[in-house]
């Protein structure tokens, strides 16, 4: 029985961003930020009128859009703490720069990202940890985001 229960919750995490939402797929959607979004973000931030509340590695920016034809899209950053390791999902994404590095999110959180952005999809703790922050939110519901338990993975949102 145990084999069998272990068959099923695999089958219902999602390996692609694009899984994730599972109602309403024709007002929403989930998938990476492209260059042209992350370009649209672009904008000078002075370091010394930063503080960093953490330094992300493995990181890439999710873009979740809701009405495709309107264009509303808000930009999460998905990585790892450096000093924690755990994941972590932002506020949506204010401005990047990507000469010094820095990120602000909606909340006034600030963020330094280390390393270069990663590629391809985000790994499974990433999506697990994006999917509790979508029901944070209080939109996991309405977007047919399956709830895990946070065993599964850990970390914190913002």
């Not at 940890?129 to 993975?153: A, D, M, Y």
Request: with cysteine; hydrophobic share 40%.
């Amino acid at each position: 029985m145990n084999g069998t229960m272990t068959k099923i919750q695999n089958a219902l995490i999602p390996t692609t961003l694009d899984q994730i939402i599972t109602r309403h797929r024709d007002d929403y959607s989930l998938q990476l930020s492209s260059d042209e979004d992350l370009a649209g973000l672009q904008k000078s931030i002075v370091a010394a009128e930063c503080y960093a509340a953490d330094e992300i590695i493995e990181w890439r920016v999710v873009c979740l859009e809701r009405n495709p034809a309107l264009g509303r899209k808000a930009h999460i950053l998905l990585g790892d703490v450096v000093r924690t390791g755990v994941p972590l999902s932002t506020s949506p994404v204010l401005y990047i720069d990507r000469g010094s590095r820095w990120v602000v999110t909606a909340s006034g959180s600030m963020y330094r990202l280390a390393g270069m952005k990663a590629p391809g999809e985000p790994p499974l703790l990433h999506m697990l940890h994006l999917c509790r922050t979508l029901h944070h939110w209080k939109i996991g519901e309405l977007l047919g985001v399956r709830s895990f338990p946070r065993q599964l993975e850990n970390g914190q949102s913002n």
